[in-house]
């Protein structure tokens, strides 16, 4: 079995640097044979690196080797700095990844290492350049994993049936933020006027706007939406007291009943074709 020792220049420091954690990575994968490929994507892939984000890392595995692989990472990082925390995601709705969180003592408070481990066969490797951005490799053994480009026909039709489900959803339980006010729980009402309201408000927006990353929730939105709706959407989301909760609620109702016409099919393919 492969073990990883850091060269003199890599030992335990200070503060880390976001280089100098992924350096200790590609050392520790490198050599290991059932390792293809390691990239980073995220705000890397965006060209948005700033002093609060993340490290989005994903490595490309035989399908048998993914808990080798997580041991592998661990006694990487370990070596440059302590595993402050690790939280594991239990389930997934892509059954061959698997991801897990760290959090390191020598490293500020913002550079988590968010690291999903693909079985080499899983059909999904979140490389479609036009959804993902442009993923930095920093191993590709053989060249062996390739972005693919979007299928935009496949795209497109899963998108027309997104926003039907999208109206329904709406229609069928928009009014139970009205039903939690009426009754007075306010409480409940608000959390449903965010969860309901304005979620669906805000991926009916994506479809309109931006329709490639529709179901990227706020994520990146207040790069990819005009400044007007962002700041339409940031006064919705504040909410003072009831009063402005029962404003703020029809006003959020009444825009998503108007979006939904304004979304053209014929503008919608085009958005998607020029991304």
């Excluded at 990239?39 to 993914?66: P, Q, T």
């Excluded at 935009?152 to 928009?174: G, P, T, V």
């Excluded at 979304?263 to 074709?273: A, C, G, T, V």
Aim: charged fraction near 30%.
């Amino acid at each position: 079995t492969y073990h990883y020792k850091p060269s003199d220049s890599m030992k335990k420091r200070k503060k880390l640097t976001r280089q100098i954690i992924i350096q200790a990575l590609v050392e520790a994968l490198k050599p290991l044979n059932y390792v293809h490929a390691f990239w980073e994507g995220g705000a890397a892939a965006f060209n948005r690196i700033d002093e609060y984000s993340d490290i989005d890392l994903y490595a490309v595995v035989d399908d048998e080797k993914a808990t080798e692989t997580f041991y592998a990472v661990e006694e990487a990082l370990e070596s440059i700095s302590s595993i402050k925390q690790k939280l594991a995601v239990p389930q997934l709705p892509w059954p061959s990844v698997s991801q897990a969180f760290y959090r390191l003592k020598d490293a500020n408070e913002y550079l988590i290492i968010d690291l999903a481990v693909l079985k080499l066969s899983s059909p999904d490797k979140f490389l479609e350049p036009e959804i993902h951005g442009n993923v930095v490799f920093y191993l590709n053994k053989n060249n062996k994993i390739k972005p693919l480009r979007l299928d935009r026909d496949a795209f497109l039709k899963k998108l027309h049936e997104r926003l039907q489900r999208l109206r329904s959803k709406f229609n069928m339980f928009n009014n139970f933020v009205q039903k939690e006010i009426n009754r007075g729980n306010h409480l409940e009402a608000i959390d449903l006027y965010h969860a309901l309201t304005l979620a669906t408000l805000v991926e009916a927006l994506r479809i309109k706007y931006n329709p490639i990353h529709c179901d990227f929730k706020t994520r990146y939105i207040h790069y990819e939406l005009p400044s007007e709706v962002i700041k339409k959407l940031e006064r919705l989301n504040f909410v003072k007291n009831k009063k402005d909760l029962q404003e703020k609620y029809h006003e959020a109702s009444e825009w998503f009943n108007k979006i939904i016409p304004e979304i053209n099919p014929k503008e919608m393919k085009d958005l998607i074709r020029r991304s």
